[in-house]
């Protein structure tokens, strides 16, 4: 990931030959019946939700505040560093007045960005391997310096102990059909009003998911300025190019899959930093000079015919939602 970043910052095409149908854009997040056991082989640096929790039933009468919370990703161990950039993460905390307890509640990548954004090359195995799980993470406490010293810790609406129930169901439905991590979000250009061809599926949209169902479930939020970060690509209309049996299995695109590949490759962790200089030209030329991006979405691939100026972290306004029930007198 922070190849491409930095490739991005410097700043001919595949086509006709895949044509696509027309498709609805954006391309719907696919949601799945259960979540699947996860391959012993992908394993994180950090634990995965290390004090996780089961969500509790409160009290119907119960009066639970909703904060905002926002910090640099990986600030525990870089402090503000990726703030300055903007990469923010996102969650969400509750305190019950009832108890005095407080509670946090996120969403991400249950092996850490960079194998949910690429592939691993493994040797025997012709399709990429991901790594790319993420699920919801609920736990006891809000870590007031973590969110307050380089980020944000805000009262932002106030609700009742059975919306919280409520709530906590919609979680669990949507935790276990929504289970891969979706880095990217893919538009026609930087404009506003730009087409987007695939929207990303990460911590900011779980909490943006959990504050509009608590907004129709009756909760009225303050007014105020809410931002989220989010990575695009610009490409030009996508291209439809299969999932893995199509392109890798026997019957498979040998051409096509090598090509997959070797695009990949470049991603790979690095031991020294001349292994890291040379793979950056790589991509340099593959995703500026010769505009081509390959996305892994849904399970399927696609190919993205790359356009200026490629690749922006933008953070942006998404207001708090107004909901479509009137408030429980909270």
Known sequence: ????????????????????????????????????????????????????????????????????????????????????????????????????????????????????????????????????????????????????????????????????????????????TGIYYETWTVQASPDKQSIVWFDSYECSKFILRTYQKLADLGAVFKKIQTNYTSIILFSGEPIYLGNETSIFGPQGNKTLAAAVRDFYYPFKPHRTVREFFVDLLKIIDRVILNRQFYLFYNLEYWFLPMKFPYLKIVYEEVPLPIGSKTSFGV
């Open 1 to 176: 990931l922070l190849l491409l970043l930095t490739a991005a910052a410097w700043g001919p095409c595949l086509c006709g030959a895949l044509g696509s149908p027309q498709r609805r854009w954006p391309v719907p997040y696919r949601r799945f019946d259960y979540r699947p056991k996860t391959d012993p082989y992908c394993q994180a640096r950090y634990t995965f939700c290390p004090t996780g929790s089961a969500i509790p039933v409160m009290k119907e009468e119960d009066v639970i505040e909703v904060y905002r919370l926002q910090a640099p990703v990986w600030e525990f161990k870089y402090g503000d560093l990726l703030g300055h950039l903007k990469i923010m993460h996102d969650a969400v905390g509750f305190k019950s007045s009832l108890t005095g307890k407080n509670y946090t509640m996120e969403w991400y990548e249950l092996f850490q960005l960079g194998n949910c954004t690429f592939p691993h090359l493994r040797p025997g195995m012709d399709a990429p391997f991901w790594c790319n799980q993420g699920a919801a993470c609920f736990f006891e406490g809000i870590d007031d310096a973590h969110w307050k010293e380089n980020g944000t810790l805000v009262l932002v609406t106030t609700i009742s102990g059975s919306m919280f129930n409520e709530m906590a169901k919609w979680v669990k439905y949507d935790n276990e």
